[in-house]
């Protein structure tokens, strides 16, 4: 087996290799953990942006579940008017006279007007008769009363 020759030279070679060596690992570890520390102040920087946006989304539904409410009450508010109206346009429908009804009602109105005025017109021919017969009413007079509306008569 070869050994190489160890020297004080060599050591001290060595050493300050290792020792350049430690100054960089040193100066890299010192590089890393300001990086992480870097790091972790963004990340704090993050988490907070991150829960200011939460708590403002979180306000914002809040403001939209508030106004659903409010449009919630309304439509309830409304539901109760249109049930108040129903009610009213029910009671009116069963009070209400209908079409077929109402002209059932005229054409026996109109056949009792007519009747009476047939009647009224009988007592007129019966008056006119009489007053001719007592010669307050001549025949000509008579004709002409007669033959006015609503049931003129010819004779």
Do not use: C
């Given at each position: 087996?070869?050994?190489?020759?160890?020297?004080?030279?060599?050591?001290?070679?060595?050493?300050?290799?290792?020792?350049?060596?430690?100054?960089?690992?040193?100066?890299?570890?010192?590089?890393?953990?300001?990086?992480?520390?870097?790091?972790?102040?963004?990340?704090?920087?993050?988490?907070?942006?991150?829960?200011?946006?939460?708590?403002?989304?979180?306000?914002k539904f809040y403001s939209v579940d508030q106004r659903f409410e409010k449009i919630d009450h309304q439509f309830?508010?409304?539901?109760?008017?249109?049930?108040?109206?129903?009610?009213?346009?029910?009671?009116?429908?069963?009070?209400?006279?209908?079409?077929?009804?109402?002209?059932?009602?005229?054409?026996?109105?109109?056949?009792?007007?007519?009747?009476?005025?047939?009647?009224?017109?009988?007592?007129?021919?019966?008056?006119?008769?009489?007053?001719?017969?007592?010669?307050?009413?001549?025949?000509?007079?008579?004709?002409?009363?007669?033959?006015?509306?609503?049931?003129?008569?010819?004779?």
């Amino acid at each position: 087996m070869i050994t190489p020759e160890v020297t004080w030279q060599t050591v001290s070679e060595d050493i300050q290799i290792l020792q350049a060596n430690g100054m960089t690992v040193a100066k890299n570890l010192n590089d890393l953990t300001n990086t992480v520390h870097d790091l972790n102040g963004k990340v704090d920087d993050l988490i907070e942006t991150l829960n200011k946006f939460s708590t403002h989304v979180d306000e914002k539904f809040y403001s939209v579940d508030q106004r659903f409410e409010k449009i919630d009450h309304q439509f309830d508010r409304m539901d109760q008017r249109f049930d108040r109206m129903e009610g009213r346009v029910g009671n009116i429908e069963k009070s209400m006279v209908t079409k077929d009804y109402l002209d059932i009602k005229l054409s026996d109105l109109r056949s009792d007007l007519t009747l009476l005025t047939s009647k009224e017109d009988r007592k007129l021919g019966t008056l006119v008769h009489e007053l001719v017969e007592q010669g307050r009413l001549s025949p000509q007079g008579a004709k002409k009363i007669l033959a006015l509306e609503p049931f003129p008569q010819g004779s």
